[in-house]
């Protein structure tokens, strides 16, 4: 079992519209849930953090279920600019803190 | 502030070959991380690197190795290229070796082995 596992996607979405991606995590020591954003052939980009308490930037929003291992985001309103891939990412102390990526989920928001 | 610098951004290479990546991290950053991304999947650890130390390392064999300088810029090394090294290579970094500080990555080095 992959340690960050997401929504295989692609997702192709209307602009406006609300969409939501999911994550699972195996190890139940994760300490950190982050949301990355990478752009095609580009570096990527923290997005947010993600907190028990869940966390709302704008348009996005971010929750965990540590009792699940489970990560979501969710887009409202959607934008073309919005068109990525969105990596889930978690760290555990025993790592020294470096990042453990998903696979990543694309998404396009079309016109 | 300066962000995260790598070289060369893009390099081909023959199979059997060394290739050496270079990374300047961000003004203020002592820890340097390296990941491989092939194409289609997410970024995979390699290893860390604070205060000139290897801080951590990912699944990668021996002839993936590394270098961290006093001005925190580090190097990656990779001995007897193999055509499944193809791939970007990104640096990150970071400070104090944990993720609670955001990491900053550069634009990666994109490898081509044939």
């Known amino acids: 079992r992959k340690e960050v596992e997401q929504d295989p996607g692609p997702f192709n979405v209307p602009e406006g519209a609300t969409v939501a991606f999911n994550c699972t995590y195996s190890?139940?020591?994760?300490?950190?849930f982050f949301w990355y954003r990478q752009d095609c052939r580009k570096e990527p980009k923290l997005l947010m953090s993600v907190y028990s308490s869940g966390n709302e930037d704008g348009r996005f929003t971010a929750q965990l279920n540590r009792a699940s291992q489970y990560i979501s985001l969710l887009i409202r309103d959607s934008k073309l600019s919005d068109s990525a891939t969105y990596l889930c990412v978690v760290t555990y102390g025993g790592s020294q803190g470096n990042l453990i990526f998903g696979k990543g989920t694309k998404l396009s928001v079309k016109p | 502030e300066t962000g995260v610098t790598q070289s060369p951004t893009h390099l081909i290479k023959t199979r059997g070959q060394q290739v050496t990546l270079r990374c300047s991290s961000q003004?203020?950053?002592?820890?340097v991380s390296w990941y491989q991304q092939a194409l289609g999947q997410g970024p995979q650890f390699i290893f860390q690197?604070?205060?000139?130390?290897?801080?951590g390392r990912g699944n990668f064999p021996p002839r993936f190795s590394g270098l961290q300088f006093p001005n925190y810029s580090s190097e990656l090394n990779v001995n007897a290229l193999e055509l499944d090294d193809s791939a970007l290579y990104l640096c990150?970094?970071?400070?104090?070796?944990?993720?609670?500080?955001?990491?900053?990555f550069g634009s990666g080095t994109r490898l081509t082995v044939v």
């Open positions: 690197y604070y205060r000139e130390e290897e801080n």
């Open positions: 003004s203020g950053h002592n820890t």
């Open positions: 190890n139940s020591a994760s300490q950190s």
């Open positions: 990150a970094s970071s400070l104090g070796g944990t993720a609670y500080y955001g990491y900053t």
